[in-house]
């Protein structure tokens, strides 16, 4: 592997990152911004407070995590964090945490994880140690303020990621209460898919006259993604997501139930498949090793509830399958978005049995595809072998 030549500008230099931060990000294999920071790190830098309407995927975390890092210039006080990046899983929580930390630890910026699950006390040491940035869930930080161990009076800079989802998942409350205890003067940075509702909410109260930058309309999907919609025989559908999976490459399964999560990982794996299911009732220890065996490609499919997903940060997914087609646009966009991320193909394939077909038409209506009923396969389908044939078909 080649080393990183951290003597050179990096093209994020000419957004007026700091010499500093761009040398850790040169250090941590970073070239070229994409779009969204492209967009963002110049108005965040200049100060702004910022809205951004941005997809997973789409660079959203060096988007905010970079000007952050160029606000802090002191080392932290004990248990006095200078950046707060709030997210709605401990999943997400690590992803961040690990996108950040190799670049702040060239720029003397240290970037602390925070959520449940872990071992509180380690994180408490490190607190104590003065972590400079902390990426936190919204209860485990609750927690820890209210046991006086984390101090939120030091912070200069907010970051709120996927404040869709945190919405979604009826943490607005526990956000809100979090923001209120963040009194000196700081900047706020949030990110979202959609900025309606009490996303709007959260931006007129707690935010100062902020710019909005966006680089895709709130339904618009990734350019490199392919919809497919399958009609199915619910007893061979484990077998088409099985042959979809071993000629598409990674492929992440949704399914609306942690039970059948696991009936259909099983299922899978009874087929020959390396497949794990994730959701919330397994160990965090078994969900960050699914993960990871998924990102070093050692697992082949991940059965994943909404929830659950959203901690899959991984650029090579290379299909999205709906195991029974979304009650829903957004939800639909939601999950697709793990495919198709930066500039890579993806497939969304959805699967719809014999009378879920209205609600495939219902989504392409919504995503302003062609109306077309789904295409009736068997799992011995030569077409499963190549996705590509059934655009032709």
């Known amino acids: 592997m080649t080393t990183p030549d951290v003597t050179t500008p990096t093209g994020f230099a000419d957004l007026g990152v700091p010499e500093r931060i761009d040398k850790g990000l040169a250090s941590a294999g970073f070239a070229a911004p994409f779009a969204i920071q492209t967009e963002a790190i110049p108005v965040a830098m200049a100060g702004e407070d910022v809205c951004g309407r941005a997809r997973t995927g789409s660079g959203k975390t060096l988007a905010f995590g970079v000007p952050m890092m160029a606000r802090i210039d002191a080392p932290a006080a004990p248990g006095k964090p200078h950046g707060l990046v709030l997210v709605p899983t401990r999943e997400l929580a690590l992803q961040v945490s690990e996108v950040l930390g190799p670049i702040g630890k060239t720029c003397g910026v240290h970037v602390l994880a925070v959520y449940g699950g872990a071992d509180r006390h380690k994180q408490v040491t490190q607190i104590e140690k003065g972590a400079e940035i902390i990426v936190a869930t919204p209860l485990r930080l609750i927690d820890l303020m209210k046991s006086s161990e984390c101090d939120l009076s030091a912070i200069q800079c ?98 609306d139930t942690k039970r059948v999560c696991d009936k259909v990982a099983e299922s899978l794996q009874k087929l020959g498949a390396k497949a794990s299911a994730l959701h919330g009732d397994m160990a965090q220890a078994a969900r960050e090793k699914a993960l990871s065996k998924f990102a070093a490609n050692e697992l082949r499919i991940l059965v994943a509830t909404d929830v659950a997903a959203r901690g899959i940060d991984i650029d090579d997914v290379a299909a999205v399958i709906h195991y029974v087609p979304p009650l829903d646009v957004k939800t639909y966009l939601h999950r697709s978005g793990r495919t198709a991320r930066a500039g890579r193909d993806g497939w969304a394939v959805t699967l719809a049995e014999y009378n879920q077909h209205t609600t495939c038409r219902i989504i392409q209506r919504g995503l302003r595809l062609e109306l077309q009923p789904p295409i009736e396969v068997f799992s011995n389908d030569v077409r499963l072998r190549d996705l590509k044939s059934f655009l032709d078909s």
């Not at 706020?188 to 100062?208: C, E, H, I």
């Not at 966006?214 to 497919?228: A, E, K, N, Y």
Request: hydrophobic share 45%; glycine share 4%; charged share 20%.
């Open 158 to 255: 907010v970051a709120i990621d996927e404040a869709d989802r945190m919405a979604d998942e009826g943490f607005m409350p526990q956000v809100e209460w979090i923001m209120r205890h963040v009194t000196a003067p700081h900047q706020t940075m949030l990110f979202s898919a959609t900025l309606d509702g009490q996303v709007a909410t959260l931006v007129k109260r707690y935010m100062k006259n902020p710019k909005e930058v966006s680089i895709d309309s709130p339904t618009d999907t990734v350019g490199t993604m392919r919809h497919l919609f399958l009609a199915v025989h619910h007893m061979d559908k484990d077998r088409v997501v099985n042959a979809i999976a071993q000629s598409a490459g990674q492929t992440v399964v949704f399914c």
